[in-house]
DNA sequence: GGCTACGCCTCGTAACGCTAGGTGTAAAGA
DNA sequence: TCTTTACACCTAGCGTTACGAGGCGTAGCC
């Protein structure tokens, strides 16, 4: 798969994951690469910085809390984000529709 | 649409334009207009530096004419940019799909 | 004569995903 | 006991990329 595909789409793919309930960092890496089927796996370094990004810019909140002696950040969809959410799913279908009704394009049938 | 949702995605698209025969590289950029239903609407300084790399990379040939007092290059597939087109393809199949998987996951309905 | 479309080019910028590195706890294995 | 692995968080810097802005030149139309 292509390094960069995945550039414009991660907070689709984030805030659907989300969609579903909280969750922490860890837990959304683990669930992006559960669902897609070990298609995608994030770097913490991916995943942590668009957290951050995506709740600066109010689409989420976040809570600490402590399980097992382990701090945790659960992230949830604030309405925003949930509006953003179905923005982004939009944008898409359009995006990939698009590529598709490019990729299918043949040349025109030899008329004799 | 999402400004980066490109990224990682165009080489596939030109290619895929190219496919169907030898285009300038103005003419690509109209033809993924018209092709995307004025979704595409990529700027020159876009299209023609990634010709000239999928031409570095052996992917593409080019070749210089005139037509009406204009200068034009022509680019066309090798055979090398063939398959690479077809590696993108499958790249990008494996991607939207499992993109759409991730999308169309709901929380496990409620078993009362 | 000026504007638009055609047709090519390149430099600089912003944004993004990711690598690499760091901190700390808990559990399992040697 | 010591070490490794999994869990769980974080950030600075890097490389790639699409794009905006600008530039060059021709043809045709108003």
Do not use: C
Not at 73 to 79: A, E, I, M, P, V
């Amino acid at each position: 798969m292509n390094r960069e595909a995945l550039k414009g789409h991660l907070d689709l793919l984030i805030l659907s994951v989300l969609a579903d309930g909280p969750l922490h960092g860890y837990a959304v890496i683990d669930e992006l690469r559960t669902r897609s089927g070990e298609v995608f796996d994030l770097a913490e370094g991916t995943v942590y910085p668009v957290l951050h990004r995506l709740e600066v810019a109010g689409h989420l909140s976040s809570e600490w809390g402590e399980v097992g002696g382990r701090r945790r950040r659960s992230y949830r969809l604030t309405r925003a984000g949930s509006a953003r959410l179905e923005q982004q799913r939009a944008s898409w279908q359009l995006f990939s529709a698009s590529v598709n009704t490019v990729l299918r394009r043949k040349p025109w049938p030899s008329t004799p």
